[in-house]
């Protein structure tokens, strides 16, 4: 039973980083998101992970209202003095430079041109986004350089974006990915309580697909005995809906993310808890995290390799084998000296 309504984080645990551990239980009350605006001094990182399909990143907000309970993101607000709990959820940092940040590093002379992801953290079309925009002016930018992007999302709200994400998808520089991890509405609204329905997502691929963006899904995490068996019907349909390709990662509960999740679970699924912990543990060699390249996306063992075979089997059914990146990185030129080009 949830002490905070919209939320999925019910506690607060400590920083690692503090001298002092604790962790505490959050009141039973609405406590409203604070956004604190700030001078990044970077915002373009390269990924060096061989499990993630991305060359680089970049996060226009740390932090995500999504509140998404099982987020691996979550450990890295603790880098900002933050705990990993309520205020991953709650207290947002907005980088109010980051398309400056953005042209900048894209005016640097050794810039050798690859996708750059927006998402490899945080969502970049979280419920903030509506106000300050940053988003959107990246992708101004981005197709002002003919600088191929890719976009994780669960928000709908990317298709306030269309008119920007078609013309780049003419030119092959623009997919997105959309995020369902349940199409089960009671499933969703204690573990994603601020994202967009399933069906809304549904038609964020439909509606991406039709204006011609290279739009796949992306089912992450796969947990088993709670969502494991929406897997086939979560690819049939966004097959339905237009999408191309499918990607899917395996739950994993690294850092403080794993006393979030059991805390979260035994309250909302008393029921089955002990079944969901285990077949977690089951997938990575009796641990709930792995940090191991190579496994940590994936997990191990007979649950997770189940889960993989019948990924493979019902993508093949489905038709969603196309590339997750499918960009034109020949067209980038800076502002200008394209029209010197023609």
Known sequence: MQGVKGRGAQINTSNRFDKLQYDWEIPEAEIPTQFQEQEAKSLVNKVDSPDVGMFYSMNPYQGCEHGCIYCYARNSHEYWGYSAGLDFERKIIVKRNAPELLRKFLLKPNWECVPISISGNTDCYQPGEQKFRLTRRLLEVCHSFNQPVGIITKNALVLRDMDILAAMAEKKLASVFVTITSLTESTRRVMEPRTTTAAQRLRTIRELSAAGVNTGVMIGPVIPGLTDHELPAILEA?????????????????????????????????????????????????????????????GEGVLAEMVNQQFKKFRQLYGLTGERWEHDTSLFATPGQQLKMF
């Open 238 to 298: 966004a097959a339905e809906a237009g999408a191309r390709g499918a990607a899917y990662t395996f739950i994993r509960l690294n850092g403080a993310v794993k006393i979030l999740f059991h805390d979260w679970l035994y309250k909302n699924f008393p029921d089955r808890a002990d079944k969901v912990w285990h077949g977690i543990e089951d997938g990575h060699g009796g641990q709930v995290n792995d940090s191991r390249w190579g496994t940590r996306m994936k």
